[in-house]
Nanobody, 120 residues
Framework: QLQASGGGLVQAGGSLRLSCAASGRTFKAMGWFRQAPGKEREFVATVSGSGGYTYHADSVKGRFTISRDNAKNTVYLQMNSLKPEDTAVYYC?????????????????WGQGTQVTVSS
């Protein structure tokens, strides 16, 4: 199971850190996606099983950072310089291989989502 937390309401320019705690098994590639009302689910970032490789969507590059702590079986998404357009439900996901890309179909397990709202 994947349990996402850390969402909330923040003003534009602020920061939040999302956490995704995994339980029941050890997951390899992990990712964050988001979905705004009326829009399709959008890739945000992914990290390899070892944590040595990360990839971020252009829309968040330089502002968001994905990382993981395998000792705690937890993945993080540090979000800085938040913008109103970052408002969405954020989901963590896990793939079965060491690496996964940006397509949701590459991920087998999904958390329940955490709401992030950025006010202007």
């Amino acid at each position: 199971q994947l349990q996402a937390s850390g969402g909330g309401l923040v003003q534009a320019g602020g920061s939040l850190r999302l956490s995704c705690a995994a339980s029941g098994r050890t997951f390899k590639a992990m990712g964050w996606f988001r979905q705004a009302p009326g829009k399709e689910r959008e890739f945000v970032a992914t990290v390899s099983g070892s944590g040595g490789y990360t990839y971020h969507a252009d829309s968040v590059k330089g502002r968001f950072t994905i990382s993981r702590d395998n000792a705690k079986n937890t993945v993080y998404l540090q979000m800085n310089s938040l913008k109103p357009e970052d408002t969405a439900v954020y989901y963590c996901a896990a793939g079965s291989g060491e690496y996964a890309g940006s397509r949701p179909s590459l991920y087998n397990y999904w958390g329940q989502g955490t709401q992030v709202t950025v006010s202007s």
